[in-house]
């Protein structure tokens, strides 16, 4: 069952809400209510649009859409330059050599590179020369792998001293976590719960959260994100960065980490933005 499928059950038992799981896999869940029903599926909850969701799945196009809003790194676009002939009018450079070229002509080394579309640390390399950079742009444009992308991006490196996901809903900061790898050993994957010994410790410090959702606060006005997990990092010299953001945040780590209890009142959260009424709640305030 998926993480947060399995932690949505959880929150509807306590909560006394009627749900039922509609596949073999358990992860759809259907929430039924006297006048309604709602519908989860996987990591994905019945808050955002397709558009935003779509939006925010595409790093390129969320870049375009909010970096005059909010501080993100500087960040490069690159259509495969050997794709079919049919998506020519993408292309501006006929090789990756000529791609590590303009990278190296915007931006200083080391410099991220990554794929368009993904998550979880897949296809992120920090390259420090030419040769780095056509071995990254080389595997993303890779049409054998399971994490091929059309699409490469180039960003600016940040010397991050913290990593935070601020995961909102409706605007509000509602869970802050620390991605912590004070103890951690890198394996591979640069995302930090992804490291030996990474941890997801949550953060109560109101003075963080009010400077998280203040630094936040100019993304809501650029796009309407109804639910989403913010990747914000601290650099060494105190700035702070929106890394991406995440329209359908998993919960897997920190439930992992600091236990079920505080995704259970996540959900009930969402819940209540939703309206679903918990008998519950109802009997308690009778």
């Known amino acids: 069952m998926n993480p947060n499928i399995r932690l949505l059950s959880l929150a509807c038992e306590r909560l006394g809400l009627t749900y039922e799981h509609l596949h ?3 992860n759809i869940l259907r929430i039924v209510g006297p006048t309604r029903n709602w519908l989860f599926v996987n990591w994905k909850a019945p808050l955002n649009d397709n558009t935003m969701s779509e939006i925010c799945r595409d790093k390129d196009y969320f870049y375009t859409l909010t970096h005059n809003w909010i501080k993100q790194p500087q960040t490069e676009s690159y259509f495969h330059p050997l794709g079919p002939d049919r998506f020519a009018k993408y292309r501006a450079f006929d090789s990756l050599e000529a791609i590590a070229d303009d990278v190296l002509a915007k931006f200083a080394l ?4 990554k794929r368009n579309r993904g998550s979880g640390g ?3 390399f920090r390259c420090h020369d030419r040769e780095g950079i056509i071995r990254a ?16 991006l180039a960003q600016g490196t940040i010397e991050i001293a913290h990593e935070y996901r601020a995961v909102f809903l ?13 103890q951690a050993m890198f394996e591979g994957n640069l995302s930090p719960l992804h490291w030996n010994g990474g941890r997801a410790v949550v953060i ?3 003075a963080l959260h009010t400077t998280i959702s203040n630094f936040a606060a100019s993304l809501f006005e650029a796009l309407p994100l109804r639910w989403t997990g913010l990747d914000i990092a601290q650099d060494r010299n105190g700035e702070w960065w929106l890394i991406e953001a995440n329209a359908s945040p998993g919960f897997e780590y920190i439930a992992r980490d600091a236990g079920d209890d505080v995704i259970v009142g996540v959900y009930t959260h969402v819940l209540q933005t939703l309206g679903v009424v918990s008998p519950k709640l109802v009997g308690e305030l009778a």
């Open 204 to 206: 109560d410090d109101q």
């Open 137 to 152: 742009l080389t595997k993303i444009f890779d049409g054998a792998s399971k994490d091929f992308d059309y699409i490469a």
């Open 170 to 182: 409706d605007g509000q900061l509602i869970l802050l976590y620390e991605k912590n790898i004070d």
């Open 24 to 26: 073999s896999t358990e």
């Open 122 to 124: 897949l296809n992120v």
């Open 110 to 113: 080391p410099v991220m590179i």
